[in-house]
């Protein structure tokens, strides 16, 4: 187990990490989440003894990581895959770090086929790719087979198959009973991968709870309504606002409604005599809550590009291209042929159909003075060989 206690930790004037406290168990995947500069990495660092503490104690098993015995064997870590010698191979450099912590060299080949580099274990390096080296990272973290685990953004650069290798990787070392701390900007993967959360923002704790508590502490669960015509939405609008929901129109006609259950949504719909096309439930996302509990911890915002002095100016005359709409409208459509006219209003029973216009022909345009006469040309000489008329 991790456990931080009054965590502080000052670089002159500025202040990384302020009076942080938490705990992260065995047997879960905990992320670590927060805007950039919210102070994680630090955090990481002092926690595997890189950076000191300015005031409060970080302990692993309940000892600081400086005093555990051969800690490579208990703790692994990725922070920076970069972190690596370019000039060694892949199997040379988990086997520098075995042979300094006193592991098998049977280890390295073990994990090398674990994170899938074994066949490019005897290149360099320094000509992996971005999640080939997040690949050589994590093997160097599970090189000691260690029952506590920290990963900074572990799938940065992976592939799909890459991600979800670490994300089944992840909820296996947790399943064994192991520690395991994953900071992580892709909320999505959070999602998916973590059973418990600490947030921070400027350096001090905003969370520290299960995902499904994170999302509903910061997020409003809605039902989605939706009725074949808009007298009825008015009137089920009418009937959920007097039991006390709130309502909202959608852009699409349909109905947001929050302060209500779904089978009390139902059953109002049914006292007012209201045919339901949908009702369905919609929970946040784990990125929606995320956003709107650290709105107010981010410190690096982006505005809008202006473009100073690089617009050039319009020629005289010139309009910019019209964007074609999305659902075509009548003078998008090929004309009709002669006679139809397939927007015109359906006729009532018994009517005598509408006869088209006839079209008028245009007014005779005046008509040139003939030509003053020419003389007459010479005539053609016959043709008298098969060559001549080609």
């Known amino acids: 187990m991790i456990e931080a206690v009054g965590l502080t930790k000052r670089y002159g004037a500025k202040t990384a990490v302020y009076n942080l406290s938490f705990q992260v168990r065995p047997g879960a995947v905990t992320g ?28 692993i098993g309940g000892h600081p990581f400086r005093t555990l015995p051969n800690a490579p064997r208990q703790v692994g870590a990725l922070l920076d895959a970069k972190a690596v010698h370019g000039g060694r191979s892949a199997r040379n450099h988990l086997l520098s770090l075995a042979q300094l912590s006193g592991i098998p060299a049977r280890r390295v080949d073990e994990v090398l086929g674990v994170v899938g580099l074994q066949e490019v274990a005897g290149r360099r390096s320094k000509g992996f790719s971005l999640g080939m080296g997040q690949r050589l990272g994590i093997a160097a973290a599970l090189l000691g087979d260690p029952q506590v685990l920290l ?37 999505s993967e959070m999602a998916l991968t973590a059973d418990h959360l600490i947030v921070i923002g400027r350096g001090q704790l905003l969370a ?52 209500l259950a779904l089978p009390r949504i139902s059953d109002l719909a ?41 617009m050039q100016p319009m020629p005289p005359g010139y309009q910019p291209p019209q ?62 060989k098969p060559e001549d008329a080609r």
């Open 32 to 59: 670590f989440l927060g805007p950039n500069g919210s102070g994680k990495s630090t955090t990481m660092r002092m926690i595997l003894g890189l950076d000191q503490p300015t005031s409060g104690h970080v302990t």
């Open 151 to 187: 990963f900074d953004e572990p799938v940065n650069g992976l592939d799909p198959e890459g991600i979800l290798w670490v994300r089944n990787l992840m909820k296996q070392l947790a399943a064994e009973g192991r520690t395991v701390f994953v900071s992580s900007h892709l909320m």
């Open 208 to 259: 520290d709870m299960s995902v499904k508590d994170f999302i509903s502490h910061n997020s409003a669960d809605f039902a989605r309504v939706r009725t074949p015509e808009p007298a009825a939405r008015e009137k089920l609008t009418a009937a959920l606002t007097e039991a006390g929901g709130q309502v909202m129109p959608e852009p699409d006609g349909a109905l947001r409604v929050t302060g």
């Open 270 to 310: 049914h006292g007012a005599d209201v045919r339901l096309w949908e009702l369905s439930p919609h929970q946040a996302s784990l990125e929606e809550a995320y956003m709107r509990m650290t709105q107010g911890a981010v410190d690096y915002r982006s505005t809008a590009d202006q473009k100073a002095g690089l």
């Open 323 to 384: 964007a074609i709409p999305e659902v075509p409208t009548q003078g998008w459509y090929a004309p009709p042929p002669p006679g139809a006219n397939p927007y015109a209003a359906p006729q009532a029973p018994g009517q005598a159909p509408v006869a088209p216009p006839v079209p008028q022909a245009p007014a005779a345009a005046p008509q040139p003075a003939p030509p003053a006469a020419q003389p007459a040309a010479a005539p053609a000489p016959a043709l008298t």
